[in-house]
């Protein structure tokens, strides 16, 4: 789809190569630069257990299809080779550090003189007025999500991926697909700056509102949601499976209390609507929980799936990876004659 396109790559971790990772999987030429005397640090964030080579399984999932080179851009011979890759690239992206750029002698100013047409994508930390180092746990417990992730009890917890920056990423990928089309129809080479900072706090979404309309702060309420009831509590099956409903409208609440012989509290004022459900969520959840308890997870997958009711079970991830539909997600790959797994960057389809 894209493989008249030459990205560059010279960002390290995870937000920048899964944007390149990105293109290379459209048809796009990657060429991953990395630094001859700190290659990105990603490689050598090995699992515990994990074989010790030069690509990490962490490292493999956010480069893929890529041709890399090992370049010193200090030296000046390594430094003219970049220049003659730049001056027929479309894109370049980094993620480089407050002043690195005048340091490596690769301004905006200075690649479009070798390459007036080259669109610029950068990552950032903060902003590009602050010399702060950042990693994604490092936004997390600034921008609020640790604060309103996890329970009373665990206190605040980060997201087991790294969230902020998959957000970045895909902040980056839409600008950069703007300035694409931008350049098609103006003739015009955008720069795409995003900042780690500024994704994070854009995806607060109805946190944010609920803050800025109400004056209340967010509180820790592990996976449940504060305008939603039922939403995010756990119930075990009567075979041992936990489960959970995402119950939107009242029509989705009568269908799972009449499966649930609930008929009852459907003529519950405390239950007659969402907002009230909300306020009596405990009690509420008590005598789901009893009749969850009674049922077995294929007698209550069956029942909201005929009666289009949103409902999950908690599945490891093993057991994720081995369905039909993520399988055809997984790509696999050599590098440096390492075999390579990842899930693919893509998610959608053309019709």
Known sequence: MLEKLKIIDLST???????????????SQVIKIENKNNPDVTRSWFLQGEEKQDVSAYFSSIN?????????????IDYNFFLEEISNTDILISNFKQGDEEKLNVSDQVLRVINPSLIIGKIQGFSDESDRVAYDLILQAETGFMSINGTQESGPL????????????????????????DR?????????????????VCSLMNQASNYLMSGKIPERMGSL?????????????????????????NLHFSKLCRFLELDLVLNDIRFMDNQQRVIHRRELEKLLDEKVSQRTSEQISTAMRAEKVPYGIVKNIDEVLASAASKKMIKTENINAKATKRMSQIAFKWK
Not at 64 to 76: A, C, G, I, M, V
Request: proline share 5%; charged share 20%; glycine share 8%.
């Open 13 to 27: 971790v995870l937000a920048g190569p899964s944007v390149a990772t990105f293109f290379a999987e459209l048809g």
């Open 64 to 76: 893929y299809k890529k041709e890399y080179r090992s370049l010193d851009l200090l030296n000046p």
């Open 158 to 181: 980060k997201m087991p991926v790294a969230l902020i920056d998959v957000l970045a990423a895909h902040h980056l990928k839409e600008g950069l697909l703007l300035a694409l089309m």
């Open 184 to 200: 098609t129809k103006n003739g015009t080479a955008k720069t795409v700056e995003v900042s780690l900072y500024d994704a994070a």
């Open 225 to 249: 949601h504060p305008n939603i009831a039922p939403y995010g509590e756990l119930f075990e099956t009567q075979d041992g499976q936990l489960i959970t409903f995402a119950i939107g409208s």
